[in-house]
């Protein structure tokens, strides 16, 4: 079965804090996907990583992808509450012939000043 | 440029109501898809279409039709609403191919059945 699974799914820090989230993924992919989701709003992209070793930053946030291992990392350097969100990963998988993404459950993310 | 369009926002029905939820896309993206969102689960795919007259199902398929008649609109029909589909659905659209594109997310429809 294909899984995806974030850990942790809820997650409370300080501003200024650096703290890092998991997505482990089962299937055989290397294209995973960052989104972000604020209370009651819809998904948002934040990074799109395609190959191996594939790291990308924005702000005070980078992602990473090891292939090999199945792991992605988001990582959050000296967090302000602004980014206070839920953060999902996506992976990118065949099913049927065509590619659809399996998400992960999300990691609610608090950020207290 | 709009995006994805997605109507209503907000939408109560009785059980064993029928409706449709609307999705445009003007982004002329070959992939679209219907997701729901429960608390606590992650979105789940109900059905997706990879181009114009091609559909198939997702995750949790029961209960609900789609049809794709043109590139822009994919429509989610409810035929027979139950209080199990209380949820906040959206819709969501990509390029085709293998290449990595994102889905673009409408802004999302609230639906209770009571």
């Known amino acids: 079965e294909l899984k995806v699974e974030q850990n942790p799914l809820f997650l409370s820090m300080q501003e200024g804090k650096n703290y890092t989230i998991y997505c482990n993924y089962s299937?055989?992919?290397?294209?995973l996907y960052w989104y972000r989701q604020d209370p009651g709003k819809s998904l948002e992209s934040l990074f799109v990583?395609?190959?191996n070793g594939a790291v990308k930053q924005e702000g005070r946030l980078m992602a990473s992808l090891d292939t090999k291992a199945r792991l992605s990392t988001l990582h959050i350097t000296a967090a302000v509450h602004d980014l206070s969100a839920t953060y999902f990963c996506?992976?990118?998988?065949?099913?049927?012939?065509?590619?659809?993404?399996?998400w992960g459950a999300g990691t609610k993310l608090i950020i207290k000043p | 440029n709009a995006g994805v369009t997605q109507t209503p926002k907000f939408q109560v029905l009785k059980t064993g109501q029928s409706m449709t939820l609307q999705c445009a896309q003007d982004?002329?993206?070959?992939?679209m898809s219907w997701y729901r969102q429960d608390p606590g689960m992650g979105l789940r795919l109900i059905h997706y279409?990879?181009?114009?007259?091609?559909?198939d199902q997702g995750e949790v398929p029961n209960g609900y039709n789609v049809s794709r008649s043109t590139t822009e609109d994919f429509p989610l029909r409810l035929l027979s609403a139950a209080p199990s589909q209380t949820s906040v659905y959206f819709c969501?659209?990509?390029?085709?191919?293998?290449?990595?594109?994102?889905?673009?997310f409408g802004s999302g429809t609230r639906l209770t059945v009571v």
């Open positions: 969501a659209s990509r390029r085709g191919g293998q290449l990595g594109y994102g889905y673009t």
């Open positions: 982004m002329n993206h070959e992939y």
């Open positions: 279409s990879v181009g114009a007259g091609i559909t």
């Open positions: 299937t055989t992919s290397d294209r």
């Open positions: 990583l395609l190959s």
């Open positions: 996506a992976v990118d998988s065949k099913i049927n012939s065509n590619y659809q993404l399996i």
